[in-house]
């Protein structure tokens, strides 16, 4: 599988070697909207964006010129804010765009502070379709988009060659369909000196991913609908039952922890390169710190797969939501349009892809929301640049972006969030049970939803 | 004792002295500021608390509904309000007896010290002016069970130093120590107060045969005891509304809310993730009344334990 994708992009690649740089030129140009922008004016408040990476703002260069010189793009410096975009409510100065997580857009949908984007879908022909249908059920409330989404975060295991083969493990021992499987290797890889732990085997990353190992089951945290947590079922407390134990053979969430704080996750001495870890399961985005700071280390990407084998892989990211009382929702629509347009995403990818090469750094790819955009971009832009495992890497995350899943979207989304992380830290401290832990979980949950449906 | 209307007439009629307009315009501004940004903002909140004020309501979507004490019942009910309010009392009574004799302690030794007093005097306050952010960052830093620097130091000793940040013992100890950090300003209260003691006092003392404990027992503490007093409450009140440094470790973004350990979830804490990451305005205006409440209890029953404790010069015997 992964030799063919890898083949069919060295073919395209090779193909479109010559057309490349006219290609991105033109796609520099945003054609869709051009011949329409002579006609908008106004100013457009953005809030929660700001200038980012070369990523983020080489879109906002494109969705602003896609709205034409007649308009004004207000983007002030700062993330979104849940305290200050209140106090906008309050005065009724809403911005016209927001740019905010995604495991928020059902909360403040649920309270009508957004407004569903039909209108803006069907005046401006955006084809969802184009959307990774997980990203899009995120922002889906009560059958109604309310954001755009953007990047995808998809989540992959990260297996750190030189510790497995230190310890001996077989590579393919380090996957997560066999749980006794991975919990010996996880055995086998940590090292625990004096007392202390020198060395992570295999770091489930709980609280945070612990959507991802109740999926293992095929089951979800919360129903589809949003409206019923299920924080305590027989598959949540099995997987929690699962990650601690596999903390557990650290000798506890203590020493676990307590020596996970001092890795240099995002430096040249990180974690991989001193050989602290061996496996764990990361978001896209750390395969470019990698790929950065420690490009020859030797790992191994693989999918983080379910009971049955399969990839499975949680997404996680920001969206674009147009508040409701927005002055200007028409030039907001435009914006988030181009800014997740194919169009768009190619653009900077040709232009990072060409920055990289320069800099004789690897490119990692970039993962987004729009699956044709991904596509486009392995097939047009990406070339392997000699980094067997980074090349290896983006194979594995354009695919693992087909498995991915989001916790479904609910009015209290954000309480039913802390009540599980709050479960998991109790269970990791020592204070209570998974499974009495969890049923406090799920009561909170329960009663965070009566308050907010 | 004059009555009531005695004494309000005696009030009003202080009006006709220039002195009393002029005293009575140089605190407007506190009085303006007082009703407009805490007495209004606290009548405000305890409108909230009766009603189902959120993000609809704040925004306008919907109108703000009356729902009678449901708020102050959901306090009894809420699991993690009862654990916050114990953190906050353990952190409280822990830090408050701290950082007063500490502080007490340091400013006895600045009060003799004759050579480079103004030095050690700005060294000890410098920690003071540390921004509350950093003391949390600095605490998870200090305090990490494998290689923070306390525990290194205990190890020079043969101690072997507890996870500090993450096991639930010991979060709200490792809180009480760093709260020691910014004791600079009662330090500096109390040094006031030491050498404001009359001299002749200890002289006294000591043609009695007081010796050096007896004299501190007997002359200094009651002399400083109304500092000793106000910074009893103020510290205490402090200690109740404890917020930034903990939010800062363990509930910021940083953490991103996924280390949130329960041991660490003080009152203000809680009180804030329920107006501003759950948008519940109306439950978290509830908490901060019932906070409000126990701080006035707390602080009456210091005021009524005092009056056996503080002696003040110059009352009547």
């Known amino acids: ?453 | 004792m004059p009555g009531p209307r005695k004494g309000a007439r005696r009030w009003f009629s202080r009006f006709t002295r220039a002195e009393t307009w002029v005293a009575y315009a140089f605190i407007l501004p506190w009085v303006f500021g007082f009703l407009a940004l805490t007495a209004g903002p606290m009548v405000a909140s305890l409108y909230f608390s009766l009603t189902n004020y959120g993000v609809e309501q704040i925004a306008g979507f919907a109108p703000t509904e009356y729902v009678g004490a449901q708020n102050y019942r959901q306090l009894l009910s809420d699991e993690k309000v009862r654990t916050s309010l114990y953190n906050t009392f353990f952190f409280t009574i822990l830090s408050v007896p701290a950082k007063m004799a500490l502080a007490l302690g340091l400013a006895m030794i600045l009060a003799r010290l004759v050579r480079m007093a103004g030095f050690f005097r700005t060294a000890f306050y410098l920690p003071d002016i540390t921004p509350p952010v950093a003391i949390g960052i600095m605490l998870l830093l200090l305090f990490n069970g494998s290689v923070g620097i306390v525990n290194t130091v205990l190890g020079w000793f043969g101690i072997p130093g507890p996870f500090w940040t993450t096991d639930p013992n010991w979060i709200k100890p490792s809180l009480v120590i760093m709260s020691v950090w910014t004791i600079g300003g009662t330090m500096v209260i109390y040094l006031a107060a030491l050498k404001a003691v009359p001299r002749h006092l200890y002289e006294a003392a000591a043609m009695d045969g007081a010796k050096p404990w007896r004299q501190f027992k007997d002359v200094t503490l009651p002399m400083i005891s109304p500092a000793l007093f106000f910074t009893f409450i103020v510290l205490t009140i402090a200690g109740l509304q404890t917020f930034t440094e903990v939010y800062t470790a363990y509930f910021g973004a940083g953490s991103a809310g996924a280390e949130a350990p329960d041991a660490a979830l003080m009152n203000v804490v809680y009180l804030f993730r329920q107006a501003f990451e759950f948008f519940n305005m109306g439950f978290a205006s509830a908490m901060a009344w019932l906070l409000f409440v126990i701080i006035m209890i707390v602080t009456v029953f210091q005021f009524v334990v005092s009056r056996r404790f503080v002696f003040y010069q110059g009352e009547k015997g």
């Open chain 1, 1 to 453: 599988m992964a030799g063919r994708w890898k083949g069919r992009a060295l073919l395209v690649a090779a193909a479109a070697l010559l057309g490349l740089t006219a290609a991105s030129a033109a796609g520099a140009q945003p054609a869709a909207t051009s011949s329409s922008s002579a006609a908008l004016a106004g100013t457009l408040n953005i809030y929660g964006f700001g200038p980012g990476d070369d990523v983020a703002n080489g879109r906002a260069e494109f969705a602003t010129r896609s709205l034409g010189s007649g308009v004004t793009v207000n983007n002030p410096r700062g993330g979104f804010n849940d305290q200050a975009f209140l106090a906008m409510l309050a005065s009724r100065n809403v911005p016209d765009v927001v740019y905010l997580s995604r495991a928020s857009v059902g909360t403040y949908a649920a309270k009508r502070a957004f407004v569903p984007l039909t209108s803006c879908i069907r005046s401006e022909r955006i084809d969802l379709k184009q959307y990774r249908a997980a990203a899009l059920r995120e922002v889906t409330y009560k059958g109604q988009v309310y954001a755009l989404p953007e990047f995808t975060n998809q989540i992959t295991l990260i297996v750190n060659n030189e510790v497995a083969r230190q310890a001996g493990v077989n590579p393919a021992d380090i996957q997560t369909t066999n749980w006794r499987k991975l919990r010996a290797a996880n055995k086998k890889m940590l090292r625990i000196e004096d007392g202390k732990v020198t060395r992570i085997g295999f770091d489930p990353k709980i609280p945070e991913f612990f959507p991802l190992w109740v999926k293992w089951f095929g089951a979800d945290i919360v129903s589809k609908d949003g409206l019923t947590p299920r924080l305590n079922s027989r598959e949540a407390v099995a997987a929690l039952e699962f990650t601690h134990s596999l903390i557990r053979d650290h000798g506890g969430w203590d020493r676990f922890k307590a020596f996970r704080d001092t890795w240099d996750f995002f430096g040249r001495q990180n974690q991989v390169a001193r050989n602290q870890v061996g496996a764990w399961p990361m978001e896209s985005w750390y395969y470019n710190v990698m790929a950065d700071n420690s490009p020859g280390v030797d790992i191994t990407a693989k999918f983080f797969t379910n009971r049955r084998g399969g990839p499975i892989t949680f997404f996680q990211g920001n969206g674009w939501a147009i508040p409701r009382g927005a002055k200007n929702p028409g030039l907001a629509c435009k914006w988030m349009k181009a800014m997740t347009s194919v169009d768009a995403w190619m653009t900077v990818a040709k232009n990072r892809f060409d920055l990289r090469k320069r800099q004789g750094r690897e490119f990692t790819g970039l993962y987004t929301a729009n699956a044709r955009a991904d596509v486009k971009i392995y097939q047009d832009i990406f070339q392997p640049m000699g980094r067997k495992q980074f090349d290896e890497a983006v194979v594995k995350l354009v695919q693992a972006s087909k498995y991915g899943f989001a916790v479904p979207v609910s009015p209290a989304g954000a309480e039913i969030k802390q009540a599980y992380i709050d479960a998991i830290n109790r269970v990791l401290a020592g204070q209570q049970t998974p499974r009495a832990s969890l049923n406090q979980a799920q009561r909170e949950a329960v009663a965070a939803i009566r308050r907010n449906r």
